[in-house]
Every structure is written in structure tokens, then in C-alpha cells.
């Protein structure tokens, strides 16, 4: 059974940094892209950053320089780490996982920028 357990949000100030993962289990981790999305109150997902199996990554235009996707093989796990937070980038991060076409979300993890 796939499973997509995001962790690392939380309160965090203007300028501030935030390291988010996503652990992942049930499938072979590494052959298969992953992705960050978030949703902000009121707005739709939209995608931050995609790393593929051979590590190659996309971002999101606005969050280059601030944003940075990694990976893990041996832990199965996919990082996000979040550089100078400003207070737009409030949202819900979900990781994604594609596989053979099937999408697999986790359940999210809250941040929140604010003085």
C-alpha cells in the first residue's frame, strides 16, 4: 500500500526557513517522479517543484532561488527545503507521487508565515 507522510511544516516568521518531508512506503522509491504542491486558503494547487528519478527537478518560476526539491533513495524520502518564507507562501504542501500514470497525494503538512 502506497503511503505519503509529509512532516516538517509549522509557524515560522518572514525570512525564516522551513525543511519539509515527505517519507514515503509500499512502492519502489527512485524510478518514479515526486512532486511538492501547495494550496493556499481560497486559491488552487498549484505545483512548486518536481524531482525525476534521475534527479533532474522543476520549479515554479517565482519560488527558483528560494525552493530546493531533494531525495533520499535509501530512506524514501523527498525534502523541500524552504528558504526566506514570506507571507504568501502560507499553504497546505502535499507531496505527489506519479506512478505508471496513477497519482498518490499525502495528507499535508500546514505552513504558516507570520510575524
Known amino acids: 500500500q502506497v503511503q505519503l507522510v509529509e512532516s516538517g511544516g509549522g509557524l515560522v516568521r518572514p525570512g525564516g526557513s522551513l525543511r519539509l518531508s515527505c517519507a514515503t512506503s509500499?512502492?519502489?522509491?527512485?524510478?518514479?517522479?515526486m512532486s511538492w504542491y501547495r494550496q493556499a486558503p481560497a486559491k488552487a494547487r498549484e505545483l512548486v517543484a518536481r524531482?525525476?528519478?534521475?534527479?533532474?527537478?522543476v520549479y515554479v518560476d517565482s519560488l527558483k532561488g528560494r525552493f530546493t526539491i531533494s531525495k533520499d533513495d535509501p530512506k524514501s524520502t523527498v525534502y523541500l527545503q524552504m528558504n526566506n518564507l514570506q507571507p504568501n507562501d502560507t499553504a497546505l504542501y502535499s507531496c505527489?507521487?506519479?506512478?505508471?500514470?496513477?497519482?498518490?497525494w499525502g495528507r499535508g503538512t500546514q505552513v504558516t508565515v507570520s510575524s
Open positions: 505527489k507521487l506519479l506512478r505508471w500514470g496513477q497519482e498518490f
Open positions: 524531482i525525476t528519478s534521475g534527479e533532474g527537478t
Open positions: 509500499g512502492f519502489t522509491f527512485g524510478i518514479h517522479p
